[in-house]
Structure formats: C-alpha cells, structure tokens
C-alpha cells in the first residue's frame, strides 16, 4: 500500500513526498500539470528555506540574496540575512529541481486531481488510489481543503498578486520591496540577466498601472524586455484546523496570511517536513501545534506589517520608521528564516 498520498506537485507537496522518501516510505504524488510548473511567486528563498532545499540535497541555480531593501519615495532603509544568504531562483527552476530530486529517490509521480476524498480508519482513497495517510499540498485555493470543510470565510478585504520578470542585470544584491500608499513592489534577482518584479496590492488593476506607481523603479526598468503577467489571489486564507482524520495539510493549503514578507517556499517546506515527521512519529494529531509553532513568528510579523499597509497614511509611514529605527528593522529582517 502507499504510505503517503501526496495531492498536489509543487514545491511543499514534492518537499513532503521527498521527506517521506528519505524514512524509506512509498510515496506517490498526484499532479494535473506538467513539470515544471511556473506561477506567480515573488521568487526569494529565505536563508531557512535555502537550508531546508540543501537537506533535501536540492541546490538550484540562482542568485544568492543577502538581506532586503524598503524603499519609498525619498527614504530607504536596509537590513542583512544573519543566517547566510537566501536565493533568488525562478519557480519553473525551483519546481524542476525538486521533481528531479523526487524522481530519483523513487516517488510515483500520476497525472490527476484529487478532489472526492474518502477515509476510515486505517486508510484514505483518492483520485483512484488508497494509501495510508494523505498529504494536502493543492495549494492557496485547496480543493481538498474545500471539500473537508476546513476553510474559514475572511472579512477582510482581498490582496492580489502579479508578477512579471525583466530582462535587465540585476543592480543589487538585496530583496527591494518599494512601499506605496497603495501596495507594493518586490524586487527579486533570480538570474545574471533578470529581475522579477511582483506587485501586491488590494487595488484590482492592470499591472503596468501598478508599476506606475513606483516612478524610480518604473524608471530603472526602462524598455527593458518583460515577461507575460501572472496573478494570484485573493492571498489571505483562514483555515479551520490542519489535521482531519488521516489528512493533513501542508503549504499554502494549511492557511496563508500574505505574501509580504517572502516566506511562502520556506514554510511550505518546513511544514511538508513537519508533517512527514508527525507521521513517522505515530502521532500525526501533533502537526497542527508543529505548525502553529513554526509559523507564529511569521504570522505575527505579516500581520503587523499588513495592519500598517491596510490604510494609505500608515503605509507612508513603514520606510521612515524602518530608516529611523535601524535596529528594529533589523530585528525584524532576522526574524525572517
């Protein structure tokens, strides 16, 4: 029988394949679409997540990142990774790198959906297999998450992301998140000839109406050579609880604040290897204090910034404090992993 069931190929489904791989378990992951998969994604790895890639024996091809830049109008303020560099490193690389690593270590990859889901006590079927435990990786907007009844509504008024890459050199090393009164723009080198450039904001509108509110970066850009626009959205999603019987949800399916602070691949893997672990452990009802635990800090962080983003003057206000208080910011840039 499969051990783990794994709905959904992308990086926190395949990092979780991959861990229960390792502890010598048989692992198949259920995947519509064809790897490599590209999506709107800022594209920077914290230095927690380049640690987690490395201990899955993944090193993908990149650009090495040391810490983050905010921005404004007239006003920066900047802050280093204390923990060693994160990476810069496109999704379709990220992707492939982790589905070739998969492969090798010998996890069943299926063409499918897995939507119907049905368990009992020792077992769970879907998308026409059974296995003993099933792992939730389908995404921001999870079916199997839906369909468990796991998702919360959110009153709170939707953010949206859209992403598009630049073929120019990159002028920094750092991650460059330039503030407006309305959302902003985050700057990610993933390659010696290429930017992505990725827009948040509550705002619905067409990207380039977007970049406009960024003058100095919109200048910087010039008429250099851009991708096609990807979005996602809307970001924020409460979630009921992560564990159901013998399923268990992982990534951006678990609960997803916001994608402001750059940890979305450092978690996915994270909570991918926490719940590989509650399974070997034999006490999978434990994930979901694992994940309360290894999220709080970020959950905490995002949704202060969040707070101050929600309303145009406190927006204003982020970089001039960021710039009068150094080691706050600083503080705040460690707390990333």
């Given amino acids: 029988m499969i051990d783990v069931l794994v709905a959904g190929g992308g990086p926190a489904g395949l990092a979780a394949a991959l861990h229960a791989a390792l502890a010598g378990m048989r692992a198949v992951v259920v995947e519509p679409r064809t790897a490599p998969v590209d999506k709107a994604c800022g594209e920077g790895v914290m230095p927690g997540g380049v640690a987690a890639l490395r201990a899955l024996g993944i090193d993908p091809e990149g650009r090495e990142l040391r810490g983050i830049r905010y921005l404004d109008a007239t006003r920066s303020a900047e802050a280093r990774f204390r923990a060693g560099p994160g990476l810069g490193v496109r999704r379709t690389t990220l992707h492939a790198a982790l589905h070739q690593r998969a492969r090798d ?7 499918g959906k897995v ?16 296995a003993r435990w099933l792992i ?35 002028w920094t090393d750092l991650v460059e998140v330039h503030w407006s009164a309305h959302g902003e723009a985050y700057v990610t080198p993933v390659a010696d000839d290429l930017v992505g450039v990725a827009v948040l904001s509550r705002v619905r509108r067409g990207y380039d109406d977007h970049l406009a509110a960024f003058p100095a970066l919109a200048a910087r850009l010039g008429d250099a050579t851009a991708s096609a626009v990807r979005g996602a959205g809307p970001l924020r999603q409460r979630v009921r609880r992560r564990v159901a019987g013998r399923i268990l949800l992982v990534g951006d399916a678990a609960g997803y ?7 979305g691949v450092a978690h996915g893997l994270r909570s991918a290897e926490a719940a590989v672990g509650c399974l070997l452990g ?56």
């Fill in 105 to 111: 270590l010998g996890v069943e990859m299926v063409t």
């Fill in 115 to 130: 939507s119907d889901v049905r368990q009992s006590a020792d077992r769970v079927t879907a998308a026409g297999l059974t």
């Fill in 257 to 263: 604040t916001d994608a402001l602070t750059g940890e």
């Fill in 136 to 170: 939730a990786a389908d995404g921001l907007h999870s079916p199997v998450r839906r369909g468990l009844g796991l998702a919360l509504p959110d009153r709170a008024e939707g953010r949206y992301g859209l992403r598009r890459h630049y073929r120019v050199e990159p």
């Fill in 282 to 337: 034999g006490c999978p009802e434990r994930y979901e204090a694992e994940w309360t635990r290894l999220t709080r800090r970020h959950r905490l962080l995002t949704g202060a910034l969040l707070t101050a983003a929600r309303h145009p003057h406190s927006a204003r206000l982020v970089v001039p404090a960021a710039s009068r208080l150094p080691a706050v910011f600083t503080a705040a840039v460690h707390a990333l992993r």
